[in-house]
């Protein structure tokens, strides 16, 4: 199906929620929109995926634990619901490599600067290493490169 039709269709089965072209997939729970960038290989899945996030009321996340939970539901809900319901398909295998990519994600984010061993999240996006002791902080790195700053008491 192309992805206007899609997307069309998508609009008119939930008028509360926009659909808008962007530069990357995502849910914005305070504007109620999907955007989505038709020229990704994936586009379905990851708009489904994405409506999914909508439709499970998912908004921000204070640890990162927390956006894995929420990443694994939504896809979860894309597998066994949205997919079948607008033909389009989504395979566990690809929905488990897309949640394989948030796991890589924040073992990168809580591996310690200063000695490599995975530290401990205690806020937002501060980490402490069990190991060495250090403290640090990551950028958000979910669509840009990762970086890790120390922080110093």
């Known amino acids: 199906m192309p992805i206007k039709n899609l997307v069309d269709r998508l609009a008119a089965d939930y008028p509360n929620i926009q659909f808008k072209p962007g530069e990357h997939f995502m849910w914005s729970a305070s504007e109620k929109t999907v955007y989505y960038n038709a020229r990704d290989i994936g586009t379905e899945t990851f708009l489904l995926h994405e409506l999914a996030h909508a439709l499970l009321d998912h908004s921000d996340y204070d640890l990162d634990v927390e956006l894995v939970r929420k ?65 640090w902080r990551a950028n958000d790195a979910r669509v840009c490169e990762l970086k890790r700053y120390r922080v110093t008491a």
């Not at 591996?111 to 806020?123: A, M, S, V």
Request: proline share 2%; hydrophobic share 30%.
């Open 71 to 135: 990443e694994s539901e939504a896809w979860d809900m894309t597998v066994t619901k949205l997919a079948d319901k607008y033909g389009v398909d989504v395979s566990e295998k690809e929905a488990e490599m897309a949640l394989e990519s948030y796991r890589h994600w924040l073992f990168r984010r809580s591996k310690c600067p200063d000695c490599g061993t995975n530290g401990l999240q205690t806020k937002n996006t501060h980490y402490k290493c069990i190991a060495c002791g250090c403290s």
